[in-house]
């Protein structure tokens, strides 16, 4: 069931911190800590990045050398996952598969480059399901080198909240929550870097969902555009579009010219929720220029699979039985196996069928790699870090294995995965 929401939009008043670095490696420091933020109207105790949630934006240039110490105020572990980039295993900030957690007080030097130029984010991956339902996360922002032709380059995340009677986050966790559709906020917040433009104006939208569990489909009204990437990775062609789904972890950028108010609304579920918008100051003329693709990141060919693969989503509420401890199970298999789903040399291409036997939605994502989605049409079309599934859904998903590690493989969901709902994959 759902709660009833109300409408919030405390994040186009500010909360916004853009950082911008130089062509050169530099050190950029992120604090985990308790913080005081106003939601729904009060101030309440959660958490956040350098003392805000979101926390900041960071911005770099495609190929640029990254450094960021995490240091760890919280009471708790702490451990950061770059969502989405392709970056080297030790760096991808996973516990037990890639690194210790980081203990209160200490801290720990990320390092890496920036290999795709897209909208990416940043989120806790420790005991995620409540850190980043608390506030830890931010947006992650890679330019490309030449950066395409518009007015605003925005930055909207669409996060809900579950508060108490008392008006404070919520801290009973109940048993529902992990077995059914998660932990779903009664606010829902919008948080975009910009909060008016001009009718004429070009936008560039980046939407990200870092909510845990709640899927928005987005209806936008107030801006003629098309969707140029799905998770930081550019689409051959722009694509036109009536609603765009954004399931909890997934990326859409839209470029698109205003027409008026740009208003999000969220059609997922019975009720239709108005999630905010960017409001329209004045009108200039618009810009002549059709809607061009984005400059490709370089992503391997896609090739014949070399093997096969099948991964079974099992459990929850109503599900049929299986054979793992956990609520939810992949391939009767609840929470970390000691042996991978997979276990492959590098450069290896499969292919996996992924099934949804549960009476709930769920978004697979793979750490480290990006994959060919399989559309309706039956054409490998869209090259993401999560695929959606729908109740009773069956996709294909085609990816080559080109990154060595141990990757984890997850609904992101952060309740079903903290109920049972991962698994990895061993790249030799
Ligand atoms: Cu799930």
């Given at each position: 069931m759902r709660l009833s929401r109300r409408r919030f939009l405390a994040g186009l008043s500010g909360a916004f911190v853009a950082t911008r670095l130089p062509a050169a490696t530099e050190r950029i420091t992120l604090v985990a800590d308790s913080i005081d933020t106003r939601i729904a109207g009060r101030k309440i105790p959660m958490l956040g990045f350098n003392g805000s949630l979101p926390g900041p934006t960071m911005r770099f240039r495609q190929g640029q050398a990254v450094g960021i110490t995490l240091k760890n105020h919280l009471d708790d572990g702490a451990l950061v996952h770059w969502h989405g980039l392709r970056i080297p295993n030790r760096m991808?900030?996973?516990?037990?598969?890639t690194q210790d957690v980081i203990a209160p007080g200490r801290s720990f030097d990320y390092q890496f480059r920036v290999r795709d130029a897209g909208t990416f984010w940043y989120h806790s991956h420790y005991l995620s399901y409540e850190q980043v339902s608390r506030g830890l996360f931010g947006a992650f922002i890679v330019e490309e080198n030449i950066p395409p032709a518009v007015d605003h380059d925005i930055v909207v995340q669409f996060f809900d909240v579950l508060l108490a009677k008392d008006g404070k986050y919520d801290e009973a966790f109940r048993p529902n929550q992990f077995s059914t559709?998660?932990?779903?906020?009664?606010v829902v917040t919008s948080y975009a870097s910009v909060s008016s433009v001009k009718a004429g104006d070009r936008l560039r939208l980046r939407l990200i969902n870092p909510s845990i569990d709640r899927i928005y489909r987005l209806r936008l009204s107030g801006l003629v555009g098309r969707i140029v990437a799905f998770d930081g990775m550019p689409l051959s062609e722009p694509m036109d579009f009536e609603t765009i789904l954004l399931a909890p972890g997934q990326r859409c950028d839209v470029i698109g010219d205003v027409r008026g108010n740009v208003v999000f609304r969220d059609i997922w579920g019975p009720d239709e929720a108005d999630l905010g918008d960017i409001a329209v100051s004045a009108t200039r003329p618009p810009t002549p220029e059709p809607i061009k693709p984005l400059p490709p990141n370089r992503v391997p060919p896609m090739q014949k699979p070399s093997r096969s693969a099948e991964l079974v989503l099992q459990g929850g509420v109503g599900g049929l039985p299986h054979r793992?401890?956990?609520t939810w199970a992949l391939n009767d298999s609840?929470?970390?196996?000691?042996?991978?789903f997979l276990s492959v040399p590098r450069g290896s291409t499969v292919e996996i069928s992924v099934r949804n036997e549960t009476g709930f939605p769920h978004v697979m994502h793979l750490h480290g790699h990006h994959f060919w989605e399989r559309d309706t049409a039956g054409t490998f079309a869209a090259f993401r870090d999560s695929t959606f599934l729908d109740i009773g859904e069956q996709r294909n998903i085609l990816v080559t294995?080109?990154?060595p590690g141990a990757w984890m493989l997850h609904c992101h969901m952060l309740s079903h995965q903290a109920d049972g709902m991962a698994t990895w994959i061993r790249v030799a």
């Open positions: 991808d900030g996973v516990n037990v598969l559709e998660g932990r779903i906020g009664n793992g401890t956990g609840s929470g970390l196996p000691r042996r991978p294995l080109d990154n």
